[in-house]
């Protein structure tokens, strides 16, 4: 895992270049979905074993897992709003890529075990090519450490940088088109 802090942080790259309305809703289900996947911690804890399909970076960080996620959340919180399909649409990739972020982050990571992307459908563990981020320890008390300080240095330099740059860039891009002239 990196922390459940930094997963809502790359969330946030992911809202911010999404063109809908963002209310609050938008911004929670994000960030909430993007940490919810270590929920499997609690079974590693109660003895799961850690490469089962039901145990650490199992089935929750699965894209089964984010795109159920995406459609609860849809139909928990956006049930009411009029918005047409193409809106909703754009919702639910919207958090399926901030939920599956955490997955493909933790692939990135220099410790544990694999992710299981395709869970249910294919129980192997992943990792992807680029194992940078150093991986956060599950226990929470080690996390008060040195180590968990280079944990931090390393999800800042990874994660919450690249997530300023979006912010940046894409702050930019908007008020380039807002100054551009309409054409019509
Ligand atoms: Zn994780």
Redesign the pocket.
């Known amino acids: ?2 922390s459940a802090f930094s ?1 809502a942080v790359a969330s946030l790259a992911v809202g911010r270049v999404t063109p809908v309305a963002r209310d609050w809703r938008f911004w929670l289900i994000g960030a909430i979905g993007a940490a919810i ?2 929920m ?1 911690a609690l079974g590693y804890w109660a003895g799961v074993p850690y490469d089962s399909m039901w145990g ?2 199992g089935i ?2 699965s894209f089964f897992f984010a795109g159920l996620y995406s459609i609860a959340a849809l139909l928990l919180f956006y049930r009411s709003d009029k918005y047409d399909l193409k809106i909703k649409i754009i919702l639910f990739l919207s958090f399926f890529v901030s939920v599956s972020s ?2 493909l982050l ?1 692939a990135c990571t220099t410790g544990g075990l694999g ?1 299981d992307l395709f869970a249910p459908f294919h129980d192997e563990r992943y990792f992807l090519p680029w194992r940078v981020i150093r991986v956060s320890p599950i226990s929470i008390s080690r996390f008060f450490t040195y180590r968990g300080l280079e944990v931090l240095a390393s999800e800042f330099v990874w994660i919450w940088i690249p997530t300023i740059i979006v912010f940046v860039l894409s702050a930019i891009w908007d008020k380039v088109r807002k100054d551009s002239p309409a054409s019509s």
């Open positions: 895992m990196a997963h996947p270590d499997d650490h970076r929750t960080h955490h997955a933790d992710v």
